[in-house]
Structures are given as structure tokens and as C-alpha cells.
């Protein structure tokens, strides 16, 4: 069921920018998780990233994102830190099983959803992880605005 309402809305976030084989997403996200425990800072979560691009090479162009409690983080080269990281009008899915299998499907719905309705993407894909040990679950989250008149007047 798709959510037409979303948002995301979080304060004092780290975030990094990557580029990596789809392959190595997990070493991708250990080594930000670890480098982000470095800062001495309190990892608060939920961590969420983005897709900045269409992996047609299989290579991803990815931002990841982690919310803590400190009000400010140390400097770090390529890090950036938000004060406050907002998103509104976004729609969204939850997914809570087989999330490779299913990611393509909520892509695909999310997508019919914004065509259909007469919008247009305006965010990359978000990717907003969640639950525990025992039970993980993901928001797939799409940005979108109205579609822009392509009709010129005089």
C-alpha cells in the first residue's frame, strides 16, 4: 500500500556520499557505520540513504545518512553534517521481507503512482531502514512535485 503523505524529517544528521559496485552495499554501509562511531558522536538512527542514480553499469551512486543525539559532529573530510534534514511530499512503501526481491516492486509502484497521478519525481529514491534484530523493515520513500506545464505562452 502505497503512503501519498510521507515525509522525512530528522535533525542533526552525518551523511557521506559513495560510489560502489551494488555488491559491496554492505561493506559500503559497515565502513560508514564504523566511520561514523569514530566521530565519538551517539549513532541515534533510523539510517537511511539515497540512490542518486539509475545502476544501469551496476556501479551506485549513493548518499548515507545517520541521525545522532550530538548537536554537532567533528569535521571529517567528505562528511557533511545537517542540522536538520527535511523532505516533504514524499510517497512511500514499507517493506518488511525480502528486500532485494521486492525493492524493484516498490520502485515500480512508487513510480506508476507519481506517473499516474499527474507528478514528478522530484527527489533520488530514499531508503529509510528500521526495526530491530528480529524484525527489519524499510521504507522506500520517492519525493515528488507537480509536473511542470510544458505549455508556452506569448
Not at 539510517?47 to 544501469?56: A, E, G, L, R
Not at 550530538?70 to 542540522?83: G, I, L, R, V, Y
Request: charge should be negative; charged fraction near 25%.
Amino acid at each position: 500500500m502505497i503512503n501519498p503523505h510521507d515525509s522525512i524529517r530528522f535533525t542533526n544528521v552525518i551523511s557521506k556520499k559513495f560510489r560502489f559496485h551494488y555488491h559491496e552495499m554492505n561493506t559500503v554501509m559497515n565502513d560508514f557505520f564504523r566511520d561514523v562511531a569514530k566521530f565519538g558522536v551517539t549513532m541515534k538512527g533510523p539510517f537511511f540513504y539515497s540512490i542518486n542514480n539509475v545502476p544501469m553499469d551496476e556501479m551506485v551512486n549513493a548518499e548515507l545518512f545517520m541521525p545522532i543525539r550530538e548537536d554537532t559532529a567533528p569535521a571529517k573530510e567528505n562528511f557533511e553534517f545537517h542540522s536538520y534534514f527535511s523532505i516533504e511530499d514524499m510517497a512511500s512503501i514499507c517493506l518488511h521481507k525480502e528486500f532485494e526481491k521486492n525493492t524493484q516492486v516498490a520502485y515500480h509502484m512508487l513510480l506508476t503512482y507519481i506517473e499516474e497521478s499527474n507528478l514528478r519525481q522530484a527527489t533520488p529514491i530514499f531508503h529509510v531502514v528500521s526495526g530491530d534484530e528480529n524484525f527489519r523493515y524499510m521504507f522506500i520513500k520517492i519525493g515528488y512535485a507537480p509536473k511542470v506545464s510544458e505549455k508556452i505562452t506569448n
